[in-house]
């Protein structure tokens, strides 16, 4: 990888308190690029924030965002491309995690998944594009997930979501190929980070819980990749210009089953869950 590509650049990370978006705001800081770590939660994304401004050779400010609240979203973007000049990174990262049988999910599961894995990525997408298309430069970066290109039984609603922003992306990368303007979607398998510990939002009704998401996620796809790895390959795919990021290698392997034999993976599936989720209970 060319690593003097996001020397000067200036980037946002949404999601950017925890897990990918902090390790990834971290990589670009570590190559020199200014970077606004955005999160809902404000105290933890300036402390995040504050660590990395630390140390060189990069620069990182922490602000609380909603990507939920599409001004606010704007008005960031904005407010980045004024105070620096220009803006050439935005990472559409943040997301939040639905799980649980679909019976029992209510119309505020779906919409909280679809606010802010779909709308957020959405509102970033309306406010930046149009920037970098008047600068005739910039990369917009998603973050979908493996659950965007394989079926994800128990996460319905996140993979729904995912699935929509690849579609997004992807349409979107093509559109914006003549405008300068480059995007790439990220869409690993299961990522080390906090997400796959915390469950469903607490303010939203509980269901059934999978037992040890963990634990089913690990036998079903591969074991937990690092944030900090996965920053990386985020990086080595934005400055090759990638289209899909997919990482790890079981991941990429996962995709490539369902591309060749979509039915053997549906049809085998189900009773593969089943047998994980009786070991479970």
Not at 35 to 49: H, I
Not at 207 to 225: H, K, S
């Amino acid at each position: 990888m060319r690593e003097g590509h996001f020397e000067g650049r200036v980037a946002i990370v949404t999601g950017a308190a925890s897990g990918i978006g902090r390790a990834l705001s971290a990589a670009l800081v570590r190559r020199g690029a200014t970077v606004v770590l955005a999160d809902v939660d404000d105290a933890g994304v300036k402390t995040a924030a504050d660590a990395l401004a630390a140390g060189p050779p990069g620069r990182a400010s922490g602000v609380a965002l909603d990507v939920t609240d599409r001004d606010a979203v704007a008005e960031l973007v904005e407010r980045t491309a004024r105070d620096h000049g220009h803006l050439d990174l935005l990472c559409n990262n943040a997301g939040v995690g639905i799980a649980g049988p679909v019976e029992e999910l209510t119309p505020a599961h779906w919409e909280r998944a679809l606010d802010v894995n779909l709308r957020g990525v959405i509102h970033g997408v309306t406010a930046a594009y149009p920037l970098m298309v008047r600068q005739g430069r910039g990369h917009i970066v998603n973050t979908a997930s493996l659950a965007g290109l394989v079926p994800s039984p128990m996460l319905t609603p996140y993979g729904a979501t995912k699935h929509a922003v690849v579609g997004l992306s992807t349409s979107l990368r093509m559109e914006g190929a003549a405008k300068g303007v480059r995007v790439s979607v990220v869409c690993p398998g299961v990522i080390d980070t906090p997400l796959l510990d915390k469950g469903n939002p607490p303010d939203l009704a509980p269901v059934t819980a999978v037992p040890d998401a963990r634990r089913l996620l690990t036998a079903l796809i591969g074991r937990p990749y690092p944030p900090d790895a996965l920053a990386e390959d985020i990086l080595a795919g934005v400055a090759r210009n990638r289209a899909f990021i997919v990482t790890p290698r079981h991941a990429r392997t996962a995709w490539r089953a369902y591309r060749l034999a979509p039915g053997l993976l549906v049809g085998l599936g189900p009773r593969r869950m089943e047998r994980v989720l009786r070991r479970g209970r």
